[in-house]
């Protein structure tokens, strides 16, 4: 997915009740496929800073299924308790360029979006915790 606004990919989703539950968010490989090089098994960082400009890094793992094909899966107990995520809540995930002197690994930025009811009217909100 192309982040028009500034010209960067990333990849997004609505989180599930199981996702919010389990603290463990999945995503099909094709979504994801211009960050990350599939290495059925592999386990990998995902390093990402929160709205709040905290530094959090989650753990991704890769799997092929029969009957769904290749997805990424992506562990994070302690951000998703700390953040008090609920389902439905979006999650944007944006490819940020590094900066001088940082190793080569990819980094985001993470945004989390929740839909409020506001005067009748539904809008998303960032969530800024």
Known sequence: MQNQEQG?????????QSEVKDHIIF?????????FEFQEGYLF???????LG????????????PEIGKYVSIKWPQFSSEKRLKANDEVIFTERPLRKGEAPLKK?????????????QDIWGELKV
């Open 8 to 16: 960067r990919q990333s990849f997004a989703k609505h989180l599930t």
């Open 27 to 35: 995503f099909s490989y094709t979504d994801v496929a211009p960050f």
């Open 45 to 51: 960082f995902v390093n990402v800073t929160d709205s």
């Open 54 to 65: 905290k530094a959090w890094t989650f753990i991704g793992t890769f799997y092929t299924n």
């Open 108 to 120: 985001f930025k993470l945004v989390i979006k929740r839909k409020i009811r506001l005067f009748g």
